[in-house]
């Protein structure tokens, strides 16, 4: 189990802020100084998922994350055409909403991780300044990403039954099966995801937020080129036994981007940064030191 202690639902839902996001009400959270690290969450779960990792993060940098549209203690608008791109001009007005409008560096999970490629092929477009990039596990090449047996329901002709039948229970089996072997959730880490994710309806939505699968496939070319000249440092930390973006997604990274930069957890799934917080600091630290070490040695 992770030495690093987190923090209780009920208190970082206490210190949550709102703003508005194109009429729609988003939470977002706040802390630190220093250099902006904006944190991107993952599908089906919320900005929660990086508890463990908020504390130590805002000892150093200035970090910043929401609960995306359609997601956690956020607006979660039914009949909503819910978009990767979507998502990613929310974290732009976010970041303007906070006065932030130099270099942001990413950490991104999951389902952020496409908002995080979106962001970088806008970096590449002149249209927002990205200074580093870290993916946890997550799709970024569609070819690589095997979805679970709910996500492939939930895009089906039964995605609308099958999103309001999700319950507590199906929840758990879901985790329980991305989830490393030795490092399955708690039952109080599934009663938080849970109260996230049914907050104000939030399974009436999900077969709309799963669209994001085939907007993955939509976009693979235009994000695969940016995360290829972007000029911007990469580095993916990923759980290897993860049977959706495991070791498999690593192996086609390292295949497609020049000069690849990864860290396989072995024996962690999905989520890292919930499975094993303290390895995901190391190596992203370690990830911020050399960048820091080399921008020296250039001013030099």
Known sequence: MTALTG???????????????????????????GEPLLLIHGF???????????????????????????FGDSAKPRGHRYS??????????????????????????????????????????GRGPIASCVFLNGGLFPETHHPVRVQKLLLGPLGPIVARMFNR?????????????ETPPGE????????????????AVMHRLIRYIPE????????????????VPL??????????SGAHMVRRYEALIERPDCVLLEGIGHYPQIEA??????????????????????AS
């Not at 923090?7 to 100084?33: C, K, T, V």
């Not at 919320?46 to 940098?61: F, G, I, K, N, V």
């Not at 070319?221 to 000249?229: P, S, T, Y």
């Open 216 to 231: 993955r496939r939509q976009q693979r070319e235009r994000w695969l080129a940016a995360m290829r000249r972007a000029a």
């Open 188 to 203: 109080r880490e599934i009663d938080a995801f849970w109260s996230l994710l049914s907050a104000h309806g939030g399974p």
């Open 44 to 70: 089906p779960t919320a900005a929660w998922d990086w508890h463990y990792l908020w504390r130590p993060l805002a000892e150093r940098y200035r970090v910043i994350v929401c609960d995306m549209l359609g």
């Open 84 to 125: 990767l791109l979507e998502q990613a001009d929310l974290q732009q007005h976010l970041l303007a909403h906070l006065g932030v409008d130099g270099p942001v560096h990413l950490l991104a999970h999951d389902y952020g991780d496409s908002v995080a490629q979106e962001l970088l092929a806008r970096h590449c477009e």
């Open 277 to 298: 917080p303290d390895a995901v600091l190391e190596h992203y630290l370690a990830f911020r030191a050399a960048l820091s070490t080399a921008a020296a040695s250039i």
């Open 7 to 33: 923090i209780a639902l009920s208190q970082w839902r206490a210190e949550g802020r709102d703003f508005n996001f194109q009429w729609h009400r988003i939470r977002y959270w706040e802390a630190g100084e």
């Open 169 to 181: 229970d199906r929840l758990a089996q879901g985790l329980t099966r991305v989830f490393g072997p």
């Open 235 to 244: 580095r993916v930390i990923d759980g290897a036994l993860d049977p959706v």
